[in-house]
């Protein structure tokens, strides 16, 4: 009688959000395979909606993308709200930077990265719901996106790190961006985003990542920690890096949700986790490259 009960509620909930919105929620057995990708998510995902239309008015519904499309949209907004700030605003000794064509570029790699990675992945989990074909187009995108991010925030540290030093900072940006360049390409890989991949998918992500290690390490040993910490703002960019990792953690090990299986179908699931820590991730990266170009302007350009 209980489970009869419960089947009859599930029947009456479906007929309300399909008398609302068109179409109801399913389970995760209910989903076709396309669509299956976290099994401890059981319960209130999309069915496929074959309207772009449709995705879109999704992004006002309760399912368990709901956090996942929002947390990216919103960093989205903010990232370009931040660059036009920076673009758009009277340089003055209050607000230095970017002060040049140059620094307007080296800026520009990062937002351009921010900006590109949180789009595709607030468009990527709006619309994958759409059809087979649709996903498989926009987690290319995606992952693409989260490269251009690694790629886009190597770029300022490295300029100001290297500010004197031009030879080596070439030659690191060229590592970089052909790094970013093969990531893309594996992220173009068409079982590059299935779930049986997930973690290689963060491994290859973790591995372009924590390859910044290596240029901060060798401008430690040549300055010191304490110009490191002035001109190269390495305790911001650890931080960046800890908020990454971390993200990169709850994404591959799916926890919460693998240790109680439908109880975190909305709210607090490790994607979202995830999404969240590489917002804040990327603020915190912003704040340290401003930090960077302040020293740079407090000093000039003038190299002992």
Known sequence: MHEAGEKAEKIRKRVIEAGRSGWYTLSHIELPHWLRDNEFLEDSHRPPLNSFKSCFKSMFKIHTETGNIWTHF?????????????????????????????????????????????????????????????????????????????????????????????????????????????????????????PKYRC??????????????VPAIHFVA????????????????????????LGAIAYASRMPERFFPGRFNIWFQSHQIFHVLVVAAAAVHLYGICQMAYYRFTIGSVCH
């Open 74 to 194: 919103i960093g989205f907004l903010a990232f370009i709200a931040a660059m036009l700030y920076m673009y758009i605003r009277p340089v003055s000794a209050d607000n230095p930077f970017p002060k040049d064509w140059t620094e307007k570029l080296v800026f520009g790699a990062f937002f351009a990265g921010a900006i590109l990675c949180l789009g595709f992945s607030w468009i990527f989990h709006t619309v994958y719901c759409h059809s087979a074909n649709v996903s498989k187009v926009f987690s290319r995108l995606d992952y693409s996106g989260i490269a251009l991010l690694i790629m886009g925030s190597f770029i300022p540290p490295l300029y100001y790190g290297f500010y004197c030093d031009t030879t080596t900072r070439n030659v690191y940006m060229g590592v970089i961006v052909s790094m970013g360049l093969l990531s893309v390409l594996v992220s173009l890989w068409s079982k590059f985003n299935t």
């Open 222 to 245: 040549a300055h010191g920690v304490a110009i490191a910490h002035r001109q190269a703002s390495v305790g911001w960019m650890a931080l960046m890096g800890l908020l990454y990792i």
């Open 200 to 213: 290689l998918r963060a491994g290859v992500f973790l591995t372009f990542g924590c390859s910044g290690v």
